[in-house]
Structures are given as C-alpha cells and as structure tokens.
C-alpha cells in the first residue's frame, strides 16, 4: 500500500474494501496488531503529543477519517503533483462494514467501551441486521478503569478470554489509542481498532450527521451542536491549526526541492551593460 503524507500524518491511501482486505490479511497473520483513523483533530494533537504520534507512525493500518485530510490530498496533489487520497473511510462507517464483512467470513469480534448501554445496543442493532455476526463480548468499563490495576485486569482476561478476531474500542481518542498501545500484547488480539462514538451511532443513542451533510463536510458542525460545551475547543480552536500544517508541508517541499538543485536559477535579463558588451 501507499502511504500519503498528509500534514505531519502519513496516511494509506486506500478505499473502504481495500482496508476491509488489509484487515483480513493483517487476521491472517496473526500478531496484535493496530488499526487507527485519523482525522483533523488527531492529525493537530499530533504537533504536540509525541506519544499519541508516535502511535499513529507505528500502526498497522492508518485510515483517513476526516473529509479535510481527503480535501488536503486534493490540494497537495495540485500543487505538489503526489497522489490525491482515494476517498474518506470513517471509523463509524468502518465499524459497521467490518461487522458486516465478519458475519461473511466468520470473524469474531468484541465491542468494547462506549457510554453505558451502547455497546451491548449496537450489538443488539448489528446482529439483527447480520445474523451471522459472532459477538463473542461487550463490555462497557466504569470511568478510570485504566488506572485501577485490578479493574483493568479484569477488561485484558475478559478480552482475551473471549479470543476474538478484532476488537472495537470506544473509549475516545486518544484514550483508546493509547489503551490499545499499552495492553495489545496482553490481550492477544490481532486487530485492535479505536472506534470513539461509533457504538452510540449504530444502536441510535447519539444520532448521526445525516449523509448529505457528511459528504459536504460539516458532520464536525452537526457533532458540535450535539454536545456544545465538550466539542467546541476541539473543532473552533484545535481544528484551525490543521491549516497552517499543509501550508508548512507545501512550503518545506517546495524548499527541497530547490535544495536538490541548487545550481538552477531562475533565468534573468540581461542588464543593458552586459548588452552592450555582447555588442562589441
């Protein structure tokens, strides 16, 4: 696959069947392994978060999430001439299509996470629409479960007990990020992917940006209006700074490659001196 850099992010540039399909290959092989999808917020934490970075440079699988990250393809495909992105693939809409694939190939999977009740809703919601569907485990953990050694025990045995094939994780990024990087090899699972809000989405407990308004681009604003007093730093003062980032990614491209040949100039005129030596 090819990798795409996208602000300080790099970024697979691949379509939702194709990620279905590297999910499948990642199964097969076998070894704990981690699925991750950025968006605008994420790719902006980045700047200031070594350890979350370091995560998303390190996982398996790295999905752009957020519409801008495909609109900044876009541009630096313009201006720069690498590739554009094939499309978005959205974590919630990931989660419902992997659960789909499952019920087809026979993959087990765990919901784990999400506000009380939306777990074990979508695995409600899912395994009606999929009857196929093997959800061997939902489990929502109390607040701070992840710094109570014994609670947080109990959550790995619980996972790995159940053995299944991909694990979602509902916690909030990074939280979840950062609990799939720190126990993946405890549990044993071979794919752990960090699905913040996507149960609450698919047993209807938060309602969903309806699809226009995803496509458009402002599923962020129908979010914010959701839930004001928690979202709005994120996407009024976090989300801006993911502009100044393409700007640096062009400008410092640019910049290397005049450094790459740094004996071609720009053509000039010549001075009417120089002229008139010519003529004698």
Known sequence: MKRLLIGNAWVDNVTMPEAI????????????????????????????????????????????????????????????????????????????????????????????????????????????????LRVVGTHCPPMGFEQDSKLNQQCIRQIRQARPHILFVGLGSPKQELWIAQHKHRYEVPVSIGVGISFAFACGQVRRAPVWVQRAGFEWLHRMTQEPRRLWRRYLLRCPRFVPLIAAQILGARATRRNEYPGIRPRTSMSSTARNRDRS
Not at 22 to 44: M, Y
Not at 88 to 109: E, K, M, P, W
């Open 21 to 132: 399909a590297e999910v499948d290959r990642i199964i097969l092989r076998g070894r704990p392994a981690t699925v991750v999808t950025p968006n605008v917020d994420h790719v902006v934490r980045m700047t200031q978060d070594t350890a979350f970075a370091q995560i998303v440079a390190t996982a398996d699988l790295v999905l752009p999430d957020g519409l801008p990250l495909v609109w900044a393809s876009h541009l630096l495909s313009f201006v720069l001439g690498q590739p554009s992105l094939k499309q978005r693939v959205a974590g919630s809409d990931l989660f419902v299509r992997l659960c789909q694939h499952a019920a087809t190939v026979g993959h087990r999977v765990f919901f784990f996470g999400g506000a009380p009740g939306a777990a074990e809703g979508a695995r409600a919601v899912l395994t009606e629409r999929f009857p196929d």
